[in-house]
């Protein structure tokens, strides 16, 4: 936890928000996916959110529902995905978020993920279907290693769940922009600045928005309500395309860039 709450002190004091990118683990495969975080880390990220893929997804969108059957396709395993997360942090400090579904995980074992997630540097785990009520022995077993859990907020969060994420919730918020899948958009949730505010006053803790996040322009809107940005759907699909065409690349680390200065006060306008 730590190593989340000293990269939002050093954003705060220079006037920054929190780059996260988001990529779904083993898509195409695990070697690739070591080669994008070293990549996303050049481009500016803060922290990085590797996807753990699930055969139900059922919080994703077509753009991230695809990533992952990929990835279990190519028999990706949480086991390879906390190795390739060891070998990315030897030569790292850059925060990395295990995102993923609860089912995964406790197959794996929870007190053995746990050990695991420590030894393998992972910073924090967010786990998509596991609401703050339900998740006492699951974030207790992950705290006792050191590493916090991440809860989502929504649109309709109210001041009961709000009490219980304050309880519970470690690093930063997670403030879902809609009340449906992940996947870019052009429009988001009315009301979204007041109800980061709340949950920030609420909670203490930092707010960060994702779910349709497509652009530049996107984080330029909220820029002033939030405290980062996590962004999957449009680096996925740029990534995918990035695959089999040198010009799709060249787009892909541009794009990449571009959200990054965004975030970190240079882009259009700042």
Sequence with gaps: MKAIESVFDTLVSGG????????TAGDPDLASTLKMLHVLEACGADMIEVGVPFSDPSADGPVIQAAMERALKKGTTLS??????????????????????????????????????????????????LPPEEAGEFSTTLRKRGIPSIFLATPLTDTKRMAVLKKMGRGFIYLVSVTGV??????????????????????GLPVVLGFGISGPPMIRRYYGDVDGFVVGSAIVKRWEEAASDPEAQEELMSFIASLARECHGSGMGR
């Design 16 to 23: 920054r928000k929190a780059f996260i990118p988001y990529i």
């Design 80 to 129: 390879g995905i906390l190795q390739t997360v060891s070998e990315f942090r030897r030569s790292s400090s850059l925060p990395v978020i295990l995102m993923g579904y609860f089912n995964p995980f406790y197959a794996y074992g929870i007190e053995r993920f746990a050990a695991h997630a420590r030894e393998s540097g992972v910073s924090a785990v967010l786990t998509v279907d």
């Design 182 to 203: 992940t996947g870019e958009r052009h429009d988001l949730t009315d009301g979204l600045p007041a109800t980061a505010r709340q949950i920030r006053q609420e909670t």
